[in-house]
C-alpha cells in the first residue's frame, strides 16, 4: 500500500473534524459557555472544517443533567440555540458510547434533527452492541461511523474480526482510536492499513484520533492521513483528555486544500482556549501523560497527579508498573 | 534504504547526546548555576547518556564574558570543576559556531583537555571554514562533528556538494539540523537517506537535531534514527531555544537499549527543570513558534511575541507573511 498524497498537493477525500467540544467537554465536564459554543462554530464554519463535534448524547439516567453541561447530552434545542437550522457546508456529529446513552430516547429522525452524523464509540469487546446502535442511527437517516477506543490494548486478530463485522454492517467509516496516546508512526502506518483493507472495499472511509501523551497525536494524524486515512480528528489548542488531542491550529497549518483557513483558529485560540488555561483547565503534553502513554495505561493516574499537582515523577514512574 | 531495527529490539550504533546546557543555554544566556550543571552531569551519567554537551566555545572578543554564564565559554578549568578529570563512560562534548570562536586560541589539546568532541555548527554557505575548524579540532586529537544549520532552507544540490566536502574530511559525524522546525517526517526520512549515501561508505555516523516548532521533534528524531541516523540530540524538558528540543524523557523512554534509564532524568526534571518554568523561563511548543515553524522562518520573531506576552496569534501570523 503506497502513501496517499504528498506534502504539496491535497486530497479531496480529506475531512477535518473538529472534537473539541467533546474530548475537550471531558477537561471541564461540558460546561461551556453559550459564547464559547457560538464562537467556536462561527470559527469553524470560517476555518473551513468539514464536521463539528458538539458533544455527546449521554443519558440522563446515567449522568445527572446538573452535573454536566448541555454538551454532555446535545439536546435538540440546544443544538438549534447554536446552530439555528445549519443551514451551512458543515456537518454536525454527536458521540454516543456503547452502554451510556438510550438512543431509542433520545435520537429523532434526522428529518427532525440538525444532527447529521451519529460516533459510536466501544471497546472491541462491545462490537455487537456498538453495531446495534449504528444500525439503529442509520435506520433514522443519520451517517455514523464506528470508534474502537484503545486500540493499543487490543489483539491483531480480535482487529480483523471487528472490521469484518463493520464491514457487513451500515456504518459510513471506521476510526483507529489511540486512547492512550502510547502509538508510533510506524504502528499507526500498519494500524491504518489494517482498517483500509478492510473498510476500502466495502466502501467505507477510515478516521484518525489521536491523543498527545508522547508528543505523537500531530505526526500520527499524518502518518495515517498519508497512509489513506481521511477523516482527521482535532481539537482548538489540543483541548481534550489529559494530554489532549491532535491540535487543531497543526493540522489545518499542514493541510493544503486552500478551503482550510488557519486564521479564524488562531484567533479563537487566543479570546477562548487561553482563558480557560489561565482560570486552571489543565490538559496537554505532560510529564504524567508520557509515563501512561510509553506504559499503554489510561490516563486516569496522570490526571490525577496532576490535579494533584504532584512533582515527584520518579515516584508516579515506579507506581505506574504495579498498574501494567 | 531499509528501516535499521524496529520497535522491539535496539541498535548498538544509537547514541543518546544530551545537548541541554548548549541549546538550553540560549534561553537563559547560559546562566545555570553550579549545582545544576553537576546534578544534570550525574543524572545523565545514571541515565547512560553517551555524550553531554557542555555549551560553546565561544570566543571573550566576541561575546563579553560579563554578559553571560560559563557554559557560553566552556573554560577547562569550569568544566574540571564539574566533571573532574571525567573518569566515566560518557564523552563531553562542545559546539564551536563559525566565524564565532577562536579555536586556535582556547582549544587545547585533546591530551589536556576533559573534553572529548568538538561539534562544529555551520549554515551550508560557510562550509569551507566549517571544515578548516573540524580538520584543527581533529589535528588536536577531538572527535569532531559537523551540524549544517536551517536544513530547511537550503537546495538539495547544495546539500549533496556539502556532504562530499564532508565525506572527503576527517570528520566523524554529520548533523541534520531543523532549526526551524519546519520539517515533517517524510522529509526527514529523505534527508536521512541524503545524508547517510554520503557518510556511510566514508564511515562516518549521521545525527539529528530537531526542534519541536510543529510538535515534530521526537516523531522526527525517531524518523531519523528508524532510517538510520545514530547520534540523537535531546534537552531536558525540550529546555532549547523558541520551541525548545527533542525531549530527553521521550526519547530514552522509546529507546529499549536497557543501558539507558529514564527514572533519573524524570527526578531531574522536577528538581531542576521545573523549577527554571516557575522562575519565568520561556521555552517550548506554543502557536507563535508553530507558525514560523509552519512558515519555515527563524523563530527569532516568535520568542520575542512570547516575550512580549501578546495574544494576537491571527495578527502575528499576517504579520509573518511579510518575512517570508
Redesign the interface.
Known amino acids: 500500500m503506497e502513501?496517499k498524497g504528498?506534502?504539496m498537493t491535497h486530497r479531496p477525500d480529506i475531512k477535518v473534524f473538529d472534537a473539541t467540544l467533546r474530548d475537550g467537554g471531558l477537561v471541564n465536564n461540558f460546561y461551556f459557555t453559550d459564547d464559547f459554543v457560538k464562537a467556536l462554530y462561527l470559527t469553524n464554519l470560517r476555518a473551513g472544517v468539514d464536521y463539528m463535534e458538539f458533544g455527546y448524547k449521554a443519558s440522563k439516567d446515567i449522568f445527572d443533567p446538573a452535573k454536566f453541561g448541555p454538551a454532555k447530552f446535545c439536546d435538540e434545542e440546544w443544538l438549534r440555540s447554536v446552530v439555528g437550522s445549519n443551514e451551512t457546508g458543515m456537518k454536525i456529529s454527536v458521540m454516543a458510547d456503547v452502554g451510556r446513552c438510550n438512543l431509542q430516547r433520545d435520537l429523532l429522525p434526522k428529518s427532525e434533527s440538525v444532527i447529521d452524523m451519529v460516533r459510536i464509540a466501544t471497546y472491541i469487546n462491545t462490537m455487537p452492541a456498538a453495531i446495534e446502535m449504528i444500525e439503529y442511527a442509520h435506520s433514522l437517516g443519520y451517517e455514523t461511523t464506528c470508534n474502537i477506543m484503545a486500540i493499543s490494548k487490543t489483539n491483531s486478530a480480535d482487529v480483523d474480526e471487528a472490521l469484518e463485522m463493520l464491514a457487513a454492517s451500515n456504518v459510513d467509516g471506521v476510526y483507529l482510536v489511540d486512547s492512550y496516546g502510547s502509538l508510533?508512526?510506524?504502528?499507526i502506518q500498519g494500524l491504518t492499513k489494517q482498517y483500509l483493507e478492510h473498510m476500502e472495499k466495502a466502501g467505507k472511509f477510515v478516521g484518525m484520533h489521536a491523543h498527545?501523551n508522547?508528543?505523537?497525536?500531530?505526526?500520527n494524524t499524518?502518518?495515517s492521513c498519508?497512509m489513506g486515512a481521511s477523516f482527521l480528528d482535532a481539537t482548538v489548542g489540543s483541548m481534550g483528555r489529559g494530554a489532549g488531542n491532535c491540535?487543531m491550529?497543526?493540522l489545518l497549518?499542514?493541510l493544503k486544500n486552500p478551503k482550510y483557513n488557519?486564521?479564524?483558529v488562531?484567533?479563537f485560540?487566543?479570546q477562548y482556549i487561553?482563558p480557560l488555561k489561565e482560570e486552571g483547565l489543565k490538559w496537554g503534553?505532560d510529564?504524567p501523560y508520557?509515563?501512561t502513554g510509553?506504559l499503554n495505561l489510561h490516563p486516569s493516574s496522570a490526571i490525577n497527579f496532576t490535579k494533584e499537582d504532584r512533582?515527584?515523577?520518579?515516584e508516579f514512574?515506579?507506581e505506574l508498573f504495579d498498574m501494567e
Chains 1, 2 share one sequence.
Open positions: 502513501r504528498n506534502l508510533f508512526p510506524e504502528q498527545n508522547q508528543q505523537l497525536a500531530f505526526a499524518v502518518e498519508s491540535a491550529e497543526l497549518g499542514f488557519l486564521t479564524p488562531l484567533s485560540y487566543g487561553l503534553y510529564i508520557l509515563l510509553k512533582r515527584d515523577y520518579a514512574y515506579n
